[in-house]
């Protein structure tokens, strides 16, 4: 479903986008830039606990995912861009989850195996050279991650990783506590990885957030506020030549945002006994319930946001204050309850994003257009292949003075797995970012 409240937190520096370009399966979207991609968004779940799930239904545990290696050489990425990862997962206490996750480029080492073995320029045996290459560090990354629940209401999650090839290490540290209506978020990363609407990847050497965040009301009033900190300059990781986003200078940054929210059925189809008889099969007698829980009954349904946001730079980069209004409109028609095999979930979302109405009042009297000031139809469509199996296409849409264009797009097959309610597991490519993965989702339809 088309994401009505990523409008307000992608002015803000949480909001996740998935990548399998860290281990821990994320990169931060940078705020300022339009609203990213509703496919484009990580999962709610830890990668540690995502490769806990998933390793229980891929061969060995081991879960691929392609991604061509920052930082690196053409050739180096061409045979680099393949990665397998798996998990040690242990609880050393009931309260307390740890994880090693160890990843493997083989497409890569293999290549460099074969090198060693055909060169003939060297006094050591061809054998030992290539033996050797199993044992170089620049193949392999591994990432430390432990959850720890301080409390009913707090928990504490660390990550260490270190990637082989590029000798980087990232730590980040995120203390969560959860208040009757209210969440607190304290976050810390060095460095943090963040991603552009080019799909160009930055990183600040400190990034340091404290946000609280208002559940949403019966009314739909949402609101949020924090301080974040950049320390030291973002630099381009993959070796662009270009100015860093104004919203990566370093310096310190107060920000705050409030949202309303409505939704409307046109109309509904209401789940009754009958579509949840029960069905014999060759092992016994089965509830006929859906695939999905959250898409079991056939809608049509119109919603919409608006908000606004005002921030205060402590730094000489910025101007100190600015303040902007958004909104978002958005359509959903689904038909079918999904829980036949066949021919049962067609899905169209559509929601049409304005990220800032002010460079959309000044485009009008200015001809050098911000890229905040086009608007952005995001377009998501959901099809039934067979069973739980569901073919999903993200596309999002530019209006520009000459002609609308593509502007992103995924693609995904989206595996639903019925004992979880509304759990997944979903296997995405990203055309435009060259990167694919494996995720395990819940609630998110």
Request: glycine fraction near 6%.
């Amino acid at each position: 479903m088309a994401n009505l409240r990523t409008s307000m937190d992608s002015s803000f520096y949480d909001l996740n986008i998935s990548t399998p370009q860290t281990l821990h399966a994320t990169a931060r979207s940078i705020p300022g830039d339009p609203t990213p991609l509703d496919g484009a968004y990580a999962s709610k779940l830890l990668r540690m606990q995502q490769l806990s799930l998933l390793g229980q239904g891929f061969p060995l545990g081991i879960i691929p995912s392609y991604a061509p290696p920052l930082s690196s050489s053409s050739s180096s990425k061409d045979s680099g861009s393949l990665s397998l990862q798996t998990l040690w997962l242990k609880q050393p206490a009931e309260n307390w989850w740890l994880g090693l996750v160890g990843q493997l480029r083989p497409i890569k080492l293999l290549s460099s195996v074969k090198a060693e073995a055909l060169r003939a320029d060297s006094a050591v045996p061809r054998f030992k050279r290539a033996v050797k290459k199993f044992f170089d560090k620049s193949f392999y990354s591994i990432g430390l991650c432990s959850h720890l629940d301080l409390s009913e209401s707090t928990s504490l999650l660390l990550n260490v990783e270190k990637d082989g090839e590029n000798k980087n290490k990232r730590t980040k540290g995120i203390l969560f506590h959860k208040l009757p209506n209210h969440d607190i978020t304290l976050e810390a990363a060095w460095p943090e990885l963040f991603v552009d609407r080019n799909s160009k990847y930055w990183e600040v050497p400190e990034s340091i957030s404290l946000d609280c965040l208002s559940l949403v009301s019966e009314s739909g009033l949402r609101y949020r506020f924090g301080i974040h900190k950049n320390g030291g300059s973002a630099k381009a990781v993959d070796s662009v030549d270009a100015e860093p986003p104004a919203s990566l200078s370093s310096g310190v940054c107060a920000k705050a945002a409030f949202s309303y929210e409505k939704s409307r059925d046109l109309w509904r189809i209401p789940e009754t006994k009958e579509d949840l008889a029960l069905v014999k099969r060759e092992r016994g007698e089965f509830r006929n319930s859906a695939y999905d829980i959250c898409m079991k009954e056939p809608h049509a349904t119109v919603s919409g946001i608006f908000g606004g946001t005002c921030e205060a730079w402590f730094s000489g980069m910025r101007s100190p204050f600015g303040a902007d209004l958004f909104g978002s409109i958005c359509y959903a028609v689904q038909h079918g309850k999904f829980r036949k095999p066949y021919g049962d979930l067609t899905r169209f979302d559509a929601r049409l994003d304005i990220s800032s109405a002010s460079a959309l009042v000044n485009s009008f009297s200015n001809t050098s257009k911000s890229s905040l000031a086009l608007p952005r139809l995001n377009l998501i469509l959901q099809q039934q292949i067979a069973g739980p199996l569901v073919f999903r296409v993200n596309s999002k849409v530019s209006f520009d003075s000459s002609s609308p264009h593509i502007e992103d797009i995924i693609y995904s097959l989206n595996y639903s797995m019925r004992y979880l309610g509304s759990g997944k597991v979903v296997a995405w490519y990203s055309p435009k970012r060259n990167e694919g993965m494996v995720e395990m989702r819940v609630l998110e339809f």
